[in-house]
């Protein structure tokens, strides 16, 4: 929990340099935003554990330089994940979905809701693909439309890519560097093996950091743009 005299204190300095309504209206935007880690809805239908934030240095990645690229742990709002599983716009039976960075598996298991030739979750921390795999045990069956479901503990940047059409699911995992690697992985093998493609990069509204890079891509063209669901996110959708 954040400490209280250091909230005041920024609290003040805001103030003094934004101004009072400036601050009281930051301070009511940040009380009413959505909070995905706080949302316990998906966990209580489901008996998961996919909630909460994990901070990089808590979750337990060896290499040092990765752990220093990685963002965090935090699940995906679910509301806005199912609007993309709906509106994506391909057919689910013919494609393999992966989601790189996928913590403790929560977009996995709405995937698992799909009828996905395959859907497969990689995560470099062990702590949460423990977890993830747990998840995906106790996930009830009658909630199953794939048959398919595992769980990796890899670097992405080291994971081969499934040979079949891929829905690629990120949600702002890593920085840039790993990110590059990542998609320069993904030309390499689309160059070897040519396949339909769709990335789903979902960002916080106005952070399009991560898109960048793979708007720089030869063989993947931005498709769509969906701007601010839920009032704070937005989807990128890329495409070979
Ligand atoms: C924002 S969380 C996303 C969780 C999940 N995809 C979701 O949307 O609910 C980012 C995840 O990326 C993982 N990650 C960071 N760097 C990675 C890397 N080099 N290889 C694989 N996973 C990585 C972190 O461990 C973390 O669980």
């Known amino acids: 929990m954040e400490n209280p005299i250091a909230k005041l204190k920024s609290f003040r ?10 601050t009281l209206m930051d301070v009511a935007s940040h009380a009413l935003a959505y909070r995905p880690d706080r949302d316990h809805s998906f966990d209580q239908r489901f008996g998961t554990d996919t909630e909460g934030k994990v901070e990089p240095a808590a979750l337990g990645i060896e290499d040092e330089g990765r752990r220093e690229q990685a963002i965090l742990y935090l699940p995906s709002p679910a509301p806005v994940t199912r609007w993309m599983l709906e509106h994506v716009g ?3 039976r013919d494609f393999t979905f992966v989601d790189l960075g996928c913590g403790k598996g929560r977009v996995v298991l709405m995937a698992a809701q799909y009828p996905f030739q395959r859907v497969v979750g990689v995560d470099i921390s ?11 045990a106790r996930f009830p069956a009658r909630a199953r439309r794939c048959d398919s479901v595992e769980i990796c503990n890899a670097d992405v940047t080291t994971f081969d890519l499934p040979s079949t059409n891929l829905l ?14 990542v ?18 990069y979902l960002l916080y509204s106005g952070g399009a950091r991560g898109a960048r890079r793979v708007r720089s891509l030869s063989l993947l063209k931005e498709t769509r743009y969906e701007h601010s669901l839920l009032g704070q996110y937005d989807w990128l959708f890329f495409s070979s």
Not at 13 to 22: F, V
Not at 126 to 136: D, F, G, H, M
Request: glycine content about 4%; proline content about 5%.
């Open 126 to 136: 062990p702590t949460l693909t423990a977890v993830a795999r747990s998840n995906v």
């Open 13 to 22: 300095y805001s103030a003094s340099s934004a101004g009072w309504r400036r």
């Open 183 to 200: 998609l320069a992985r993904l030309e390499s093998s689309l160059r070897q093996t040519p396949r339909r493609v769709v990335v789903a």
């Open 90 to 92: 391909v057919s689910h």
């Open 168 to 181: 690629l699911h990120l949600y702002h995992p890593f920085d840039g560097e790993v990110t590059s690697a």
